[in-house]
């Protein structure tokens, strides 16, 4: 597991022991067939050794040929995926990734300045933006440009002008941010941060592609 | 069987890079290889770009700068960092004799204290209107008597500023500002030898953005803008070429073996072709590891290999035509590829 050096700038923190609880209920559900974890894709980008050891631990079999065999040609099996990863509005289930980054610079523009590439975003009065160290070659849509939010000093924060490829503007309006403050993309809706399935469908995309690619660029912290 | 595969043709790389010295010249080129040199593969790249002559390196971060070092990049080539963030281990950045492209007094501050043996290698940055990193004209006087007075710490190396690319107009607008910032530190008595300002675009098509040094990333890897400018036009090369294997083959639809989890956008569908053989198939669905072209009734075979983009010369789609039409740009569709796609360099 990673240990991550102090200076990380974003990061993809991963629960594993909400992977172990989704899967117990996964389980719980599927009575007597037997719950195989879908861990394509490096595990939806959560990493494949770390979410086989907690699925299994929940009860999930590992997605192993021979040992699936070993269980007998009348064994039903169930494969868990988007679930797994709490990837639906469940409120049994847990979102297991949660994606942020720090504010790496803060400013004051007039209105009538502008944001970023192509000038897409003009401030229509005086106000605070907070550049946050994250941008579309980790994952962060550019169709997020001038759309999409994130949550910052407990509100949400409207993405202003086009998003980079390793870093992005939030509008602050008046309130104001500091350097290091941490930004979320989303994580545990249950303590107020946005979920992940509102942040992919606003961008149109489904939610296990937005962890996948998340999780494949960003350094994973498991928690 | 072969798994998705993303050439890199660091031939191409290289022709690309020398068209585009050649053309900037006499400012130096600096070869810009963040995210992974755009989803390329950082040290292979790193290492063409040194050994066609290449005198500076921008990796965006300390970290890529220092793996950059680790893995042999000599110290007589300048490797360049300017996404600096809160807690920084400048020491070791130091040591390694990175470049740093310094934005606020709190930076400096904390390069000068972690400089202890010699001088930290430091470019002063100005905000000329894209509002992201850089001093404001306000701030900028102040950073720039700051840095001199921290001068048995900090050589004041460079003066730069980053563009908006927005329109011609507004482009000569943020040169202008340049220039004045540039007048403010030389008139606090600063004597910058390295003063930058353009990325790809601007480097390409304007002398008066060259000054001293160019960044540029997209137009070595021959990513072209987009809105019609092709690399060829602009005598670019593509340099990664991206192919998956048809994994399987029924009722006129072929599989390929990559997907979403492999960084292609589920926009895609309905939007993008690949070609097989030379012919050209619409993209039909897209799944986390799989991808489905509809094949009419031609003869595509298992093991058959797609071409996603290329190069073009083969009548295969280009990024160009990729980014286009999923209405975004060359950059992110590289960047966006997993790292778990392999990557296979020709010399
Ligand atoms: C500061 C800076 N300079 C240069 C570049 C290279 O830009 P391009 O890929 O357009 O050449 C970038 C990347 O966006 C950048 O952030």
Known sequence: MTILPVSRIHSASIDLLAIRDNAAVLVRRAGSRIVVADVRADAYGHGLTAVIGAAVDGGACAPDIDSAASLGPDAKFVSAGSALYGLLPDLELKPAMRVSALVVGTKTIDAGESVSYGYTWTAISRTNLALVGIGYADGLDRIASNRGSLRLRGALRRIVGRVAMNALVLDLGQDSALIGDEAVVFGDPSTGEPAVWDWASSLGRPSAEIVSVFGSHLPRVYR | ?347
């Open chain 2, 1 to 347: 069987m072969n798994g998705p595969t993303a050439t890199i043709d660091l031939s191409a790389y290289r022709r690309n890079l020398a068209r585009l010295a050649e053309r900037v010249a006499p400012a130096a080129l600096m070869a810009v290889v963040k995210a992974d040199a755009y989803g390329h593969g950082l040290l292979p790249v790193a290492r063409a770009a040194v050994a066609a002559g290449v005198a500076w390196i921008g990796t965006l971060d300390i970290e890529t700068g220092l793996e950059l070092r680790e893995n042999g990049i000599p110290r007589d080539v300048a490797v360049f960092t300017w996404l600096l963030g809160p807690n920084e281990d400048y020491g070791r950045a130091i040591e390694a004799e990175l470049d740093f492209g310094v934005s606020t007094l709190s930076q400096l501050e904390a390069i000068a204290r972690a400089s202890v043996s010699g001088r930290a290698r430091v470019h002063l940055k100005i905000d000329t209107g894209l509002h992201r990193n850089g001093a404001s004209i306000e701030d900028w006087p102040g950073l720039v008597t700051r840095s001199l007075a921290l001068s048995d710490r900090i050589e004041l190396v460079g003066i730069w500023t980053h563009i908006a690319e927005a329109s011609d107009g507004d482009d000569t607008v943020a040169i202008e500002r340049f220039r004045s910032a540039i007048a403010v530190a030389e008139r606090l008595g600063a004597s910058v030898t390295v003063r930058h300002l353009a990325a790809s675009a601007a480097a390409f098509g304007r002398a008066d953005s060259r000054f001293d040094l160019v960044r540029i990333g997209a137009f070595s890897y021959g990513i072209s803008p987009g809105g019609g400018v092709s690399p060829s036009s602009l005598r670019l090369e593509p340099v990664m070429t991206l192919t998956a294997p048809v994994i399987a083959k029924e009722e006129g639809l072929a599989t390929l073996g990559i997907g979403y989890g492999d960084g292609i956008p589920s926009s895609a569908v309905g939007t993008v072709q690949v070609s097989i053989d030379g012919a050209r198939f619409e993209v039909v669905s897209v799944q986390l590891d799989r991808l489905t072209v509809d094949t009419g009734d031609s003869p595509i075979q298992l093991g058959d290999t797609a071409v996603l983009f290329g190069s073009g010369t083969a009548a295969e789609p280009t990024l160009q035509e990729w980014a286009d039409q999923l209405g975004t740009i060359g950059e992110e569709i590289v960047t966006r590829l997993s790292p778990r796609i392999r990557r296979r360099f020709l010399e």
